[in-house]
């Protein structure tokens, strides 16, 4: 009889993954894990219907991702289901499910809340195990709830800006050091752009929107990245810092065969 299959899906440079590996690393259990990169497998991330990561899938099923608790995780991977099982949905789970996945967060800015919640299998597996039913009401809920909406919305603005910065900080490196780099980098018409390229794969969410239509969604992420560059690109640079310069991260991510040739790449942009 064949044993449990463990996958975890990171992504090297996300925060979560960062601590649940550096976790796993500790308490020796990276050995019972198949580790995937999906800024390399992409396709993989597709197969499980999973836009958030990190994400555990036990016997090729997607059980937990996202903001996920490390102890529950570890629990988890020792076998334990009923450690991520919830009684109830919160509505605040479900907000914070989709304000945690940067994909989630775009389609709701760009697309607006009721489309980025169709997406099930990540707000499911971000939440943990749930009563499908009582999921579904309680998403019925929040849509006609003008105050959760807004709140989502708020959220979703908040973590495209943060991952906006981050990108900068991957392609520019230090050279991002003051609000007028900002707005050297990106006007609002690129901003616009991105939003809409962060939104879709190919023609698959194409929705080939008026200029005006997405300088408008894009201008809320536009006034919150100027209004709070300095504290954004603080916590970017010191959460990404150390995860880029952690050689025994590194190590973790070569011995367990994530290819680390573009992140090595990077540290020697960030250091120049």
């Known amino acids: 009889m064949m044993g449990t299959k463990y996958i975890i899906l990171i992504h090297p440079t996300c925060y979560t993954?960062?601590?649940?590996?550096?976790?796993?690393?500790?308490?020796?259990?990276?050995?019972?894990?198949?580790?995937?990169?999906?800024?390399?497998?992409?396709?993989?991330?597709?197969?499980?219907?999973?836009?958030?990561?990190?994400?555990?899938?036990?016997?090729?099923?997607?059980?937990?991702?996202?903001?996920?608790?490390?102890?529950?995780?570890?629990?988890?991977?020792?076998?334990?289901?009923?450690?991520?099982?919830?009684?109830?949905?919160?509505?605040?789970?479900?907000?914070?499910?989709?304000?945690?996945?940067?994909?989630?967060?775009?389609?709701?800015?760009v697309h607006g809340p009721k489309t980025a919640l169709n997406f099930k299998e990540t707000i499911k597996a971000s939440i943990g195990l749930v009563d499908d039913n009582e999921l579904d009401e309680r998403i019925r809920e929040l849509l006609s709830s003008d105050e959760l909406v807004a709140k989502m919305y708020a959220k979703a603005v908040r973590n495209v800006a943060y991952n906006i910065v981050r990108i900068l900080y991957w392609t520019y490196g230090k050279r991002l050091s003051s609000l007028r780099d900002l707005e050297e980098f990106l006007s609002l018409d690129h901003i616009a752009l991105l939003l809409e390229a962060f939104t879709i794969l190919g023609r698959i969410g194409l929705k080939h929107l008026r200029r005006k239509n997405l300088v408008e969604k894009a201008r809320r992420v536009y006034e919150y990245l100027v209004e709070n560059f300095s504290t954004i690109r603080s916590r970017v640079f010191e959460e990404q810092d150390q995860i880029i310069f952690d050689d025994e991260y590194m190590d973790i991510l070569r011995i367990n065969g994530v290819d680390v040739g573009y992140l090595e790449e990077l540290r020697l942009l960030l250091r120049t």
């Open 17 to 109: 993954s960062y601590r649940l590996l550096k976790k796993l690393s500790r308490e020796r259990m990276l050995n019972k894990v198949k580790l995937v990169d999906v800024a390399v497998n992409p396709h993989i991330a597709f197969r499980y219907r999973i836009l958030s990561v990190p994400a555990i899938i036990i016997d090729e099923k997607p059980v937990y991702a996202g903001p996920i608790d490390l102890d529950k995780a570890i629990e988890l991977l020792n076998g334990n289901m009923e450690s991520i099982r919830r009684e109830h949905v919160d509505f605040n789970d479900i907000v914070k499910a989709v304000a945690d996945s940067f994909a989630l967060s775009s389609i709701v800015v």
